[in-house]
């Protein structure tokens, strides 16, 4: 699944794209939205909240629209040129085409697609904890929610977008590994909630700005992960194999030499 850093990647690539310029066309390709049509209408921002994008229009009468949408584990967006061949994916996955004159946003196999008064974007986004890569970011906020649910693991605690918004299985899994503490661990247990979620945090913004995530401060592939994808392979900290199980609906690797469980 695509972690906060990624989407707001994302949103980057159509802002470039798409930011102050006039729609010339859209085609939606879902039911909810198949005779919408957002000709005229003026991109006036691409922003991410955790995991979901949202493309704020206006149109020449002032009225405000926000087209929110979630890359899921097999959504994304491209931008193309005008005329240039769209071959990010197959055609059957294409859910929303955005025209503009100096270029074509198309988004494959979108979720949740929804398009709502912009003033009403908290009934799409508001349940969401703090956006760790948002410009109204709080930790202190974030480790209250976390602590809110003191029996639940910690390893489903940081994917619970409600606690804090954008971390994903990657992060989870990385962050848990530096700082020592298993997945199964009970939130109550955590040494330290705050420098947990802090790491967290640091780890989405060193990565923000690209499409290949490191946490081992290494770019090359193999080289870029502690223990996420690497199951079986010795632990870069003591040797012993990195293990990989389920947790909840989600897989986890850990070390369990590195990793000890608390209760």
Same mark, same amino acid.
């Given at each position: 699944m695509p972690e906060g850093d990624t989407v707001w990647n994302t949103?980057?690539?159509?802002?470039?794209?798409l930011a102050g310029a006039r729609l010339t066309g859209s085609d939606f390709r879902v039911p909810q939205l198949a005779t919408t049509d957002l000709t005229g209408w003026t991109v006036r921002e691409s922003a991410s909240r955790g995991k979901h994008l949202l493309l704020r229009l206006r149109d020449p009468d002032a009225a405000e629209l926000t087209l929110h949408s979630h890359l899921r584990m097999d959504g994304a967006w491209r931008a193309y040129a005008p005329g240039e061949r769209w071959?990010?994916?197959?055609?059957?996955?294409?859910?929303?085409?955005?025209?503009?004159?100096?270029?074509?946003?198309?988004?494959?196999?979108?979720?949740?697609?929804?398009?709502?008064?912009?003033?009403?974007?908290?009934?799409?986004?508001?349940?969401?904890?703090?956006?760790?890569?948002? %410009?109204?970011?709080?930790?202190?906020?974030?480790?209250?929610?976390? %602590?809110?649910?003191?029996?639940?693991?910690?390893?489903?605690?940081?994917?619970d977008q409600r606690n804090l918004a954008g971390v994903g299985n990657l992060y989870k899994c990385e962050v848990l590994f530096l700082r020592g503490v298993s997945p199964w661990t009970p939130v109550r247990a955590v040494p330290d909630l705050a420098g947990t979620v802090a790491l967290a945090q640091r780890l989405l913004a060193a990565n923000r700005g690209r499409w290949t995530q490191s946490t081992t401060g290494v770019l090359r592939r193999g080289g870029t992960s502690y223990?996420?994808?690497?199951? %079986?392979q010795p632990c870069r900290r003591c040797g012993t194999a990195i293990r990989k199980e389920e947790l909840g609906e989600r897989v986890t690797y850990w070390c369990p030499v590195c990793q000890p469980e608390r209760e």
């Open positions: 949103a980057r690539v159509l802002e470039r794209a071959t990010a994916r197959p055609a059957h996955l294409i859910r929303v085409v955005l025209r503009s004159p100096g270029a074509v946003a198309v988004g494959y196999h979108l979720h949740e697609l929804a398009l709502v008064p912009t003033a009403e974007e908290d009934s799409l986004v508001g349940h969401l904890g703090p956006d760790l890569l948002g %410009a109204d970011w709080d930790p202190t906020e974030a480790v209250r929610r976390l %602590a809110a649910h003191p029996d639940a693991t910690i390893g489903e605690a940081l994917l223990v996420y994808g690497r199951r %079986a």
